[in-house]
């Protein structure tokens, strides 16, 4: 059984904005809830944690428009951006390397834009070569955005002049005061000494251990043991390694990073220089970009950049400037000059957050020796030895946590100070009420990420990739409701600063911002992508950074689709989703899954007045039973939830866990117990069922009658395309049909995996737990069993949608590989996975069949049913 610890991590960077509040992250329509009831949210490839579903707004089909702009002339020269050589193309081939011939840095250019790669990751290859125009699969057709016309159409030097001349003057220098320059001595001296205590605890357990092993006759005389002697001798090195070799950690690996240079983007760079000059801030040396909503100030070289200087970067998200008007982005980029501006200020600031980020490498991460240490002590007489060092590692982490929740404590209320400072920077170039919109909208850039990132998993999972992710995230902002915005403000306004927050709340920044009320030097209403030489080809280069990031090798140029394409796909499910509320009345719970009807009553020759007679008496049975059918569900969902907790219960137990009374609710301290509670909810599930299917009948019944009157000649007649209809229908009934067989047995693999997370939730604190180790094995069986079971009925069924690899099987869109039996990893990660992607499938398809289902209702004359009243959401 192999346990895998992929630990996380990256450069600290100052970033402009707090990330969205959590409540934010899941979708406020039903439809961005409706597998709540089934499954607990687990990650996608992604997405943030969350269920991956369609977003429900009504107007989702919108039109994307990106501006057309005729690129500029290509450079003669290049400039290194690693040692700041300038270097003639003239000899360059297009796509094709060359050097750099002072630093030997690597100098790429293309036919598209020349990139300077000396500053790469090494290994790093050029977005350029990997995703140009002339490697694209599909390539999106420009059409120019109206608003965006007056300066598609500028030619570069007249933007630049324009943009320059907006400025007027520069800003007033901000000050800081005497005490905030104390406070941040105060603070590096305190992170300083949390090292050397570090250090400290190393070299006083070093002299112990040669103390002890110099006298055994010490412990040997009043105990009389020499296994607790061993323990110390062999376990005591152990301990000594584990503290040391955090000190020898290479850095966490980061993404490949893509700069921008001068002579590809004169109007930013000039913009970026003339800010700069306002605020009396260093220029950056480097200009990275990124998919992300937001934008960040670091150190180019890490500890020696600290040391040497302004050797500081600016990385710029690219979805920010899509979002972004010019103030909003020039105040974006001052706050973060403005950071640059803080001088010894930021160098000590990064020298506070890089400790305190290896504090918590030092406590959280796991390597390949913990695993082996883990392992040995599984083993015989060394087994017991280790026990010990087992032991004493966890003990001095602890201790360590400590320290770092205290550093964690202290760093962070410098760097909110420092935010506060940067936001004046910010105020007084655009003015306090740009800064309050700006603020506003990068929280809703924020959530239309968050979305972007659901619609990019549901996509990937039908083979296809969006081209643009800046402009899928724009799409997506477009479908945030005034009704949502009103949520997203009353969580801005009580949202308030905690502890540990690096950046202070919204409020305590526009409070601020008030509070300076400036009227700011710079005004400008124009795109800020206007700024860049080719948006739209930046735009596909950094959304294939994401992709080579997430994917790696998997990632083929050839599944990318532009951006209209998927969502005009999408469009048909997005009225789909508003169909399956309307027709359920937003009732429709994955956990009660409908019996569809067979192929025989499907097919059955009905009288056309029979059937719409049919269908009116489910709809007004649906309607009457409504209210009843919700309070039902409620207290059927409370029994199911008590069975899944129960499966887990059952897990602990059998693994040796006392489990005290508030875990569950009732106290849980016997096998008995247990029966007892499953009974109950058994019991109460099966009283529930008289009010629980009548509503369920009538839906079921509702369905029957509009299918068997799609396959009537004289409805059709008035349907477009009802032999579309009739294939896709066609296409789901078996599936829905297979999940409503063997719904039990998904349940079980739903208990089973629920049980198996329990058990390794356990893992950490107790590596030595024999009981623990043979409860995970044979839960690990339990799921694996479970699992082969189910792919094998859901692998023989057609895949009912359209997807990029052809005809493939349910089973093969649910996940890509069966699970590795004895790998815990593989399989606890397929039986996730299968559940949340067999949720998303239910829900599609029912969502398809609803839609169906009103197209034949409004052939016959029946008018829509009303949209239901919107859920609250949860606060």
């Known amino acids: ?231 110390v001798v062999v376990g005591g090195p152990v301990l000594l390694l584990f503290l040391v070799k955090p000190l020898f950690a290479p850095p966490a690996r980061t993404h490949r990073l893509r700069s921008l240079v001068p002579q590809q983007e004169p109007v930013l760079f000039s913009f970026l220089e003339r800010i700069s000059a306002a605020l009396g801030a260093p220029r950056p040396k480097r200009v990275d970009v990124d998919c992300q909503p937001n934008a960040s100030a670091s150190f180019r070289r890490g500890i020696w950049s600290i040391l040497a200087g302004d050797d500081l970067v600016l990385t710029i998200g690219v979805p920010m400037a899509a979002g972004l008007n010019a103030s909003q982005f020039a105040g974006v980029l001052a706050h973060e000059l403005g950071h640059f501006a803080q001088g010894t200020g930021m160098r000590m600031t990064s020298l506070v957050r890089a400790i305190s980020f290896w504090f918590t490498r030092v406590v959280y991460e796991r390597d390949k020796w913990d695993a082996r240490l883990a392992r040995w002590a599984q083993v015989g007489w060394v087994g017991q030895v280790l026990v010990v060092a087992i032991f004493l590692v966890w003990l001095t982490r602890k201790v360590l946590w400590g320290l770092m929740i205290f550093g964690h404590a202290v760093a962070a209320a410098m760097m909110r100070q420092m935010e506060l400072d940067a936001d004046r920077h910010e105020m007084r170039l655009v003015g306090s009420r740009t800064f309050q919109s700006t603020c506003q909208k990068m929280t ?201 907790g129960m499966a887990q219960a059952e897990a602990l137990l059998q693994a040796g866990f006392t489990i005290k009374k508030e875990v569950f609710g009732f106290p849980v301290e016997e096998k008995a117990d247990i029966d007892i509670a499953l009974w109950d909810a058994q019991t109460r599930v099966e009283e529930l069922l008289p009010r629980l299917q009548p509503f369920e009948q009538a839906a079921q019944k509702r369905i029957l009658a509009a299918l068997q009157l799609l396959h009537s000649d004289d409805v059709a007649a008035k349907m477009d395309d009802p032999t579309g209809w009739r294939q896709e229908a066609a296409a789901i009934m078996p599936v829905l049909q297979a999940i409503a067989e063997r719904f039990s047995d998904i349940l079980q693999l739903r208990n089973q995996h629920a049980a198996l997370a329990a058990l390794l939730g356990q893992v950490h604190a107790h590596q030595d737990h024999a009981l623990l180790m043979n409860a995970i094995r044979s839960h690990m069986r339990l799921v694996y069993q479970k699992a082969a079971e189910l792919s094998d009925v859901f692998g023989a069924l057609p895949y009912p949608f359209d997807h990029a690899a052809g005809q493939i099987s349910v089973i093969q869109y649910i996940v890509e590989a069966p699970p590795v039996e004895d790998d815990c990893q593989s399989i606890y990660q397929w039986a996730d996975g299968f559940m949340q992607k067999l949720c998303g499938l239910h829900v599609r398809m029912m969502a398809r069949l609803c839609l169906i289902a009103e197209q034949v209702e409004s052939a016959v004359g029946l008018p829509l049913l009303p949209d239901p009243p919107q859920p609250e959401t949860p606060a």
């Open 444 to 644: 809703l850039l924020e959530l239309a990420e968050h979305w972007a990132m659901s619609d990019l998993d549901r996509f990937y999972s039908d083979g296809r990739l969006p081209d643009d992710l800046p402009r899928l995230i724009l799409a997506n902002l477009k479908l945030i409701s005034p009704e949502d915005r009103q949520k997203v403000d009353q969580l801005i306004n009580n949202s308030t600063t905690g502890w540990f927050d690096t950046h202070p709340s919204l409020p305590q920044r526009i409070a601020a911002a008030r509070r300076e009320n400036a009227p700011g030097i710079f005004h400008l209403d124009m795109p800020a992508s206007a700024l860049f030489s080719d948006f739209d080809a930046l735009c596909r280069n950094v959304t294939c950074d994401v992709y080579q990031a997430a994917l790696g090798e998997k990632f083929k140029p050839e599944r990318l689709h532009p951006v209209e394409e998927l969502l005009a796909r999408g469009s048909v499910d997005l009225d789909a989703y508003e169909s399956l509320k309307r027709f359920f009345q937003g009732s429709f719970y994955p956990l009660r899954p409908l019996q569809v009807p067979s192929a025989e009553e499907l097919y059955r020759e009905v009288a056309v007045e029979e059937a719409v007679g049919r269908l009116k008496q489910s709809r007004e049975a649906m309607l009457a039973g409504k209210t009843d059918y919700d309070a039902a569900f409620r207290l059927f969902d409370q029994c199911d939830t008590k069975t899944l």
């Open 1 to 231: 059984m192999r346990f895998h610890v992929s630990p996380s991590g990256g450069e600290p960077t100052f970033q402009s904005r707090g990330r969205v509040p959590f409540q934010l992250r899941a979708r406020i329509a039903f439809q961005r809830r409706v597998c709540d009831s089934f499954l607990p949210p687990g990650p996608t490839l992604f997405s943030t944690p969350g269920p991956s579903l369609y977003h429900g707004a009504s107007d989702g089909r919108i039109a994307l428009f990106t501006r057309h702009r005729a690129g500029s002339a290509m450079p003669k020269n290049i400039t290194c951006g690693n040692c700041g050589a300038v270097v003639s193309l003239e000899a360059c081939h297009l796509n094709q390397d060359t050097r750099c011939p002072r630093c030997g840095g690597v100098l790429i250019a293309s036919d598209s834009q020349p990139v300077c790669a000396a500053s790469l990751e090494p290994g790093a290859t050029s977005a350029p070569k990997l995703c140009g125009s002339s490697n694209m699969a599909h390539d999106a057709t420009d059409v120019p955005a109206p608003s965006l016309d007056p300066w598609a159409s500028c030619a570069r030097a007249e933007l630049q002049a324009r943009l320059l001349g907006a400025f007027r003057g520069n800003i007033e220098p901000v000050k800081t005061t005497l005490a905030y320059k104390l406070g941040l001595v105060l603070v590096c001296a305190v992170m300083v000494l949390l090292v050397a205590v570090y250090i400290g605890l190393i070299l006083a357990l070093a002299w112990l251990l040669y103390r002890y092993a110099l006298s055994p006759e010490l412990l040997l005389v009043r105990v009389g043991g020499i296994w607790l002697y061993l323990g």
